[in-house]
Each structure stands twice: as structure tokens, then as C-alpha cells.
């Protein structure tokens, strides 16, 4: 069953750095949510903290009604919670399907064998990638290797999906495509945390936004609204990327 997701006063320092600076959000089931900020402001470490990447310096990470803050990753990724990563983390020599498998037998409910491939089959279908799991991740170009991470994180079921600026990098149509394909899991009611620097596609997805500025929280609401509050225009000057 779906779970809420809430951030209660989530803190992470480096060393003398507020890099996240006792940030509280809380996301229902089935939102999906936009989390903005220019370069530096704390996104992907919230991401980190979510995952279970980073254990904060204080805070909590709630799942439901659980603390998560200090289970580890793995333990995070079977209560539900999946990830894609900002710089795209695969094994290069390791087929399509093999990377899938490998996650599934860590993930939530952990399978293997038969199950695992028909599992890894389908999550390749779901994404565009039909018939290729035997194909090398190094022969794959960028929008499929994309589009496998995305698969990855997917063919364990998860209740929370986090993409890290997934849809960066890609072309116009390879923008739509993608763009398209998280709209199609946000119907089956994922819920989507989603850091993304392309406006065009955050409008699209996001009904809702969360904008940090230097570790805060500065704004939280309806995209439209949030969009045009001048404290996020501020922030955001010379930031942003109109595709
Ligand atoms: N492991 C780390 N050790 C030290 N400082 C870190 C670490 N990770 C992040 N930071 C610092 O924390 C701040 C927030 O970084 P973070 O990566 O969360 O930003 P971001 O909003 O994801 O930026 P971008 O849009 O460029 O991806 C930055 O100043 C960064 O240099
Ligand atoms: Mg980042």
C-alpha cells in the first residue's frame, strides 16, 4: 500500500555547509511533486536523504507513520522507495536485463531467476526498450540507457519514485518521450519526486512544486503560482533553462 511521504525539519551540514536547511514537506500518495532550486541548493542531497544515501545531521524522514532516517538504503528501497541517479549509474558491461535483475533481487520482495527476467522483460517494455534485454548497456546510446535506469527503477514496484534531473540531456522528441513516459506512471498513481531544470517538462508533469534556495525551503505550492512568485524568480535569475 501506498505511503505518504514527509520531511519533518530535515537538516544536512557538511562539514561548516547547511547544504539542507531544516526543510519540512510533506507529499501525499500519488502526488507528484516538482523539487526546484538552482545548482547548489540542497536538491540532490534531499534526494540523498530520502533514499537513504545521506543520514541527516537532524530531522526526520517519515514513511508513512515510520521514521525512516537511519535505515539504510537497501532497507529504504524494499519499504518502496526507488531512485534514479543524477549522472546515470550502471554497469556498462552487464546486459540490459542484468541490471534489472540485480536490483530486483535487492529490491522490494526480492525475486530471481524466471520470475526476475519476465519482471526485467516487462519493466524494458514499460519503458520503450522491448526485446532488449540482452543487449550490452555499453551498445545502448543515452536515451536508452536513460530509459533502462528508469526501467531499474521501476521493475521493483516502488511506491515513491525519485528522478534526478532524469530528462536532462536529452533532445526535443527524446524530451517528449520521456516526458510522457513519467506521465504514464504518475497515471498508475506513482508517487514522483522529481528535481528537474526543464520548465516545460516540470509544468507538464508537476502540479505541485517545491523550491529551495540555498538549503531552504522558499516556495510550495501549485506550479503556476510558484512559478511566478517573484522570491523564486529572484532565486532563479539567469538559473533557468527554457526548453
Ligand atoms: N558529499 C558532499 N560533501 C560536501 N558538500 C556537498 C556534498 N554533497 C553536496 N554538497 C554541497 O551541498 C550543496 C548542495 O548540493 P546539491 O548537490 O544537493 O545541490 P543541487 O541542488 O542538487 O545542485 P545541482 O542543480 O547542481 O544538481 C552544494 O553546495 C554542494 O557543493
Ligand atoms: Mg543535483
Redesign the pocket.
Known amino acids: 500500500m501506498s505511503a505518504s511521504l514527509e520531511l519533518r525539519k530535515l537538516r544536512k551540514e557538511?562539514?561548516g555547509?547547511v547544504?539542507?536547511n531544516d526543510v519540512s514537506v510533506g507529499i501525499n500518495p500519488g502526488e507528484v511533486v516538482g523539487l526546484l532550486?538552482?545548482?547548489?541548493?540542497?536538491?540532490?542531497?534531499?534526494?540523498?536523504l530520502i533514499s537513504g544515501a545521506?543520514s541527516p545531521t537532524s530531522g526526520e524522514v517519515r514513511l508513512g507513520d515510520k521514521p525512516v532516517q537511519h535505515t539504510p538504503a537497501h532497507l529504504r528501497a524494499r519499504l518502496g522507495i526507488s531512485r534514479t541517479f543524477?549522472l546515470v549509474r550502471l554497469a556498462p558491461s552487464l546486459t540490459a536485463r542484468d541490471n534489472i535483475v540485480l536490483s530486483l533481487a535487492f529490491g522490494r520482495d526480492p525475486v530471481w531467476g524466471p520470475t526476475a527476467h519476465e519482471r526485467a522483460e516487462a519493466a524494458l517494455a514499460k519503458v520503450g526498450l522491448p526485446g532488449l534485454g540482452d543487449v550490452e548497456v555499453q551498445s545502448l546510446n543515452y536515451i536508452d540507457q536513460k530509459r533502462l535506469e528508469l526501467a531499474r527503477a521501476i521493475a521493483t514496484r516502488p511506491d515513491i519514485l525519485l528522478l534526478?534531473?532524469w530528462l536532462a540531456g536529452l533532445n526535443p522528441t527524446e524530451l517528449r518521450t520521456g516526458i510522457d513516459l513519467i506521465g504514464t506512471l504518475k497515471d498508475e498513481g506513482m508517487t514522483i519526486v522529481l528535481?528537474e531544470?526543464i520548465m516545460e517538462a516540470v509544468r507538464e508533469i508537476c502540479p505541485r512544486c517545491v523550491v529551495?534556495s540555498a538549503?531552504s525551503v522558499i516556495a510550495d505550492g501549485p506550479t503556476s503560482e510558484v512559478l511566478s512568485d517573484p522570491a523564486v524568480v529572484a532565486a532563479y535569475l539567469g538559473d533557468f533553462e527554457y526548453a
Do not use: I, R, W, Y
Request: glycine share 20%; proline share 4%; aromatic share 4%.
Open positions: 557538511f562539514g555547509l547544504a539542507v532550486g538552482p545548482n547548489g541548493s540542497g536538491k540532490t542531497t534531499v534526494m540523498n545521506l543524477q534526478d534531473e528535481v531544470h529551495m538549503g
